[in-house]
DNA sequence: GCCAACGTTGGC
DNA sequence: GCCAACGTTGGC
């Protein structure tokens, strides 16, 4: 089992949005970043996902999310409709791929950046790099353990 | 709203 | 294939 972190900003889809989701469950759609998509593509059912909110306050992990579906082509790129179609992707050749990510836990409070800035352990964790922009990140077991033994 | 960091695009 | 220009992200 693999470890993850996802961003996203509250105003475009929070973690409200996710408990508030058909089985608590959402594709991750709209990733158009191949960094972030190679780390979507190693993602398997079981996976475990801390859930952060950006460009917001608190700027904080929120909760935990649970992998329930693997890599699949994301079908927003094929929708004109969609702020996330690509004209350049086809279904025979799909350029970007989606996971599906359920609600498992929330945290008793959020745990914020600046809170987390200070745990001794996490000093290479991605989201602390500066000029990270990775909307989504793995995490090691190590920080995994660390973080989450900081909230019931 | 600013701006540093990063990713992408496209001319050459 | 280099790299300048441009667009986006995201903390502050």
Not at 21 to 33: L, Y
Not at 60 to 77: L, N, S
């Amino acid at each position: 089992m693999k470890y993850w972190l996802v961003k996203t900003e509250p105003s475009e889809f929070s973690w409200e949005d996710l408990k508030a989701a058909p089985g608590q469950t959402t594709p991750w759609e709209g990733v158009r970043n191949y960094q972030a998509r190679n780390y979507m593509r190693k993602m398997q059912v079981g996976d475990l996902v801390f859930f952060y909110h950006s460009q917001t306050n608190p700027l904080a992990i929120i909760g935990i999310a649970i992998v329930v579906r693997g890599a699949y082509p994301d079908p927003t790129q094929f929708d004109p409709s969609s702020p996330y179609f690509d004209p350049q992707s086809t279904p025979e050749n799909p350029r970007w791929e989606t996971v599906d990510i359920q609600y498992q836990r929330e945290f008793s409070a959020p745990i914020s950046l600046p809170q987390l800035k200070e745990i001794p352990g996490l000093e290479n964790m991605v989201l602390l790099r500066k000029g990270s922009r990775l909307s989504v990140q793995p995490v090691t077991e190590r920080e995994w353990r660390i973080v989450s033994a900081l909230r019931e």
